[in-house]
């Protein structure tokens, strides 16, 4: 069965510094990896998604995220942060094989003027 | 741009009481899928749904919960007698493709037990 593990349950950055919000997963098999967001009162929106090729992976809103097989992590990063990026976001995986998708417990992103 | 959409947004019912959770998924998805959020917490798979059936449910999903897709636009989630541990955000969610490449999510419908 697949898990996944975000380790901070809440991130505070400067405005226009850098952040990096830590997923870890585990799973016996290949996977789907994906970064939520959840803008205040609203739904869940993709942020980007690795399902194969580039580990490398860009998103929407300046967001990328990299996939490390070895150390089963899909870290997400964004260089310089923006107040509109105050939301919480939620890392994601999903067996090639299944129909679900596993969150984790979220990460708070509190931007500080 | 095409999106999944939930009525209502907000639902207020006594224990005991049946809902239905409504959502229309993009038109061209083939899989549909409900999950819930109780406050506070992780985003929960209850029930993927394909081909008229169910493919797939969690052990949250059981015999108080239904889901059922009555025409070609439309996708319910029922609960029979509501608890109030049932409280939650529902969000309906759909995918044009196999095995959750991309499932795109609604907006959510809180669901309020009294």
């Known amino acids: 069965a697949q898990s996944v593990t975000q380790l901070d349950s809440q991130v505070p950055v400067f405005e226009e510094a850098p952040v990096e919000l830590r997923c870890n997963y585990s799973?016996?098999?290949?996977?789907?990896l994906f970064w939520y967001v959840q803008y205040p009162n609203q739904g869940l929106q993709l942020l980007l998604k690795y399902l194969s090729g580039s580990t490398l992976v860009k998103g929407i809103n300046g967001f990328e995220a990299e996939f490390n097989k070895s150390q089963t992590s899909f870290h997400l990063r964004k260089p310089s942060v923006h107040i509109s990026d105050t939301a919480e976001y939620f890392c994601a995986v999903s067996d090639i094989r299944d129909d679900k998708i596993i969150f984790g417990k979220g990460t708070r992103l509190h931007i500080l003027p | 741009e095409p999106e999944v959409t939930q009525t209502p947004s907000h639902q207020v019912t006594q224990m005991g009481q049946e809902v239905i959770l409504r959502c229309v998924p993009i038109s061209n998805h083939l899989y549909f899928y409900w999950y819930r959020q109780i406050l506070g917490q992780k985003v929960e798979f209850l029930v993927s749904?394909?081909?008229?059936?169910?493919?797939?449910k969690s052990e949250i999903f059981d015999d108080q919960f239904s889901v059922e897709r009555p025409d070609g636009s439309n996708f319910t989630l029922k609960i029979r007698s509501t608890k109030l541990e049932d409280s939650a955000m529902y969000f309906c969610?759909?995918?044009?493709?196999?095995?959750?490449?991309?499932?795109?999510f609604g907006q959510g419908t809180r669901l309020t037990v009294v």
């Open positions: 799973s016996s098999v290949s996977v789907y």
């Open positions: 749904f394909y081909n008229n059936e169910i493919s797939e």
């Open positions: 969610a759909s995918s044009d493709a196999a095995r959750n490449t991309e499932a795109f």
